[in-house]
């Protein structure tokens, strides 16, 4: 079973920014694509970004412009870069490996990690 350790949450101020990293402990991480959700409290998890390897990455309309998604293949390691946040991007950051090349709505085939928490406050 692949394991997914992620790191970099915490809490910051409305207008900061954080890092998020996704670090794998299986080589396929350079064929598989990977993803960002989060989830607030009494929400759904949503997509925040994906990327495949290539580097070809997809936003959410609501992160867009602010988000940056990006994988050091060398590393098997994800990050996301969060500029210019907002107390609504508050919420536990979880990343998946996708069991596939491109990214679509997760299966029981996925992996993810355990979740990091961030908390923007004004």
């Known amino acids: 079973q692949v394991q997914l350790v992620e790191s970099g949450g915490g809490s910051v101020q409305a207008g900061g920014s954080l890092r998020l990293s996704c670090a794998t402990s299986?080589?396929?991480?350079?064929?598989?694509?990977m993803g960002w959700y989060r989830q607030a409290p009494g929400k759904q998890r949503e997509l925040v970004a994906a990327i495949v390897s290539s580097g070809y990455a997809t936003y959410s309309d609501s992160v867009k412009g602010r988000f940056t998604v990006s994988r050091d293949n060398a590393k098997n390691t994800m990050y996301l870069q969060m500029n210019s946040l907002k107390a609504e991007d508050s919420a536990t950051y979880f990343c998946l490996i996708y069991a596939s090349s491109w990214y679509r709505t997760p299966t029981g085939d996925d992996q993810w990690g355990q979740g990091t928490q961030v908390t923007v406050y004004s």
């Open positions: 299986k080589a396929i991480f350079s064929h598989n694509a």
